[in-house]
């Protein structure tokens, strides 16, 4: 199983970028996928996070700002960044839990993409 994230890049403040991350490998379902995100200051922050169920939870400090979706057919999230500031500049991490065909759940996590605001 493997988790590729992709989308990072540098933005300007109040610019927007996409990330995605796509599941691939034998897997029998997905319960959940997210994002987090890591500084020296925050090492492990919740961005975002979405039910197979499509039931959404957001960090206080992306909420209004930042958009989880995903699609199914395609093992595949997204993450839209909007109105982005200087704070959101992190390496941003995609988290899966997944269930393979013995029925046992564990969770995997992609490489991560660097998002960087600056002008």
């Known amino acids: 199983v493997q988790l590729q994230a992709s989308g990072g890049g540098l933005v300007q403040p109040g610019g927007s970028l996409r990330l995605s991350c796509a599941v691939s490998g034998s897997i029998f379902s997905i319960h959940g996928m997210g994002w987090y995100r890591h500084t020296p200051e925050t090492p492990h922050e919740l961005v975002a996070s979405?039910?197979?169920?499509?039931?959404?939870n957001y960090g206080d400090s992306v909420k209004g700002r930042f958009t989880i979706s995903g699609d199914n057919t395609k093992n595949t999230i997204y993450l839209q960044m909007n109105s982005l500031k200087s704070e959101d500049t992190a390496v941003y991490y995609c988290n899966a839990e997944i269930e393979d065909w013995r029925h046992d759940q564990s969770d995997y996590w992609g490489q991560g993409t660097l998002v960087t605001v600056s002008s």
């Open positions: 979405i039910t197979s169920g499509g039931r959404t």
